[in-house]
């Protein structure tokens, strides 16, 4: 039987250093590798193809991360999942979010209860990388609703690549509402893709107020992509009040905590 510690030994030792950084840091794109390890392009790549067979790595466009070893769920699955608790944090940021504010939203079914709870306010402007989100709030009388380009990726439809990632960049907006997949203890906040992750960053470098959207399920909960710590994070909405191991983290972070 081959084991994962038999695998790594038929790594190169540039290619067990290239597996080691992208480990730490979530990504890397094939140029910035080329130029730390002094070789071509060309030499990368065949490297990053090597690692990403083995199931070590996954190719993304222009660079390489982590793959999604633990799994999101099916999106009809995550619609349907905590649904009432979703629909109290979309409430809970309505009285947040002023009329006439700016806001991006991102991909996420805790978004999208956002977007729904949001409705009844006037003279929104949204930017956002969700078809979902722009369908619910595209039909609204005085909103501005603006769509990230690029690819729209099937099952949730979020909108990720780097078009995306360039449209976020060109604003700012009051509000930033993100939406994540799991809260490490530390305070680290995880999601399973990385271009998803690039775009929640984009947004949070672009909002002048973060608020990040989580329900009880996303605490302790492991994915393999980390899109940055609690001080990024203003103010933490979620349905009941955060476990207790959480709760240095959160102070340390200085997160304003909004539950029912």
Request: net charge negative; aromatic share 6%.
């Amino acid at each position: 039987m081959t084991t994962d510690q038999d695998t790594d030994l038929q790594l190169s030792d540039r290619q067990s250093a290239i597996k080691q950084l992208v480990e730490k840091t979530g990504f890397a794109t094939v140029a910035e590798l080329a130029s730390l390890y002094s070789v071509t392009t060309q030499t990368i790549r065949r490297d990053v193809n090597a690692l990403c067979d083995a199931g070590h790595l996954a190719r993304f466009h222009g660079g390489v991360g982590l793959p999604s070893s633990i799994e999101n769920e099916d999106y009809t699955d995550r619609r349907a999942s905590f649904s009432d608790a979703k629909e109290k944090i979309g409430a809970l940021v309505a009285e947040i979010v002023p009329n006439r504010a700016s806001l991006f939203l991102n991909i996420g079914t805790t978004t999208e209860a956002v977007a729904a709870a949001l409705q009844d306010h006037r003279q929104l402007s949204v930017v956002t990388n969700s078809l979902h989100v722009a369908g619910t709030l595209s039909d609204q009388d005085g909103f501005e609703v603006m769509v990230a380009g690029g690819r729209v990726r099937t099952g949730d439809g979020g909108i990720v690549g780097e078009a995306a990632i360039e449209f976020l960049q060109g604003f700012r907006l009051d509000f930033g509402i993100i939406g994540i997949s799991g809260i490490d203890r530390d305070g680290a906040l995880l999601d399973f893709d990385y271009r998803e992750v690039r775009a929640a960053q984009a947004i949070i470098e672009n909002a002048r107020q973060v608020i990040l959207v989580a329900d009880h399920n996303k605490f302790g909960r492991a994915a393999m992509a980390k899109v940055g710590g609690l001080d990024l994070v203003d103010i933490l909405v979620t349905d009941c009040p955060p476990p207790d191991e959480f709760l240095p983290a959160l102070r340390e972070a200085g997160v304003r905590v909004v539950h029912p």
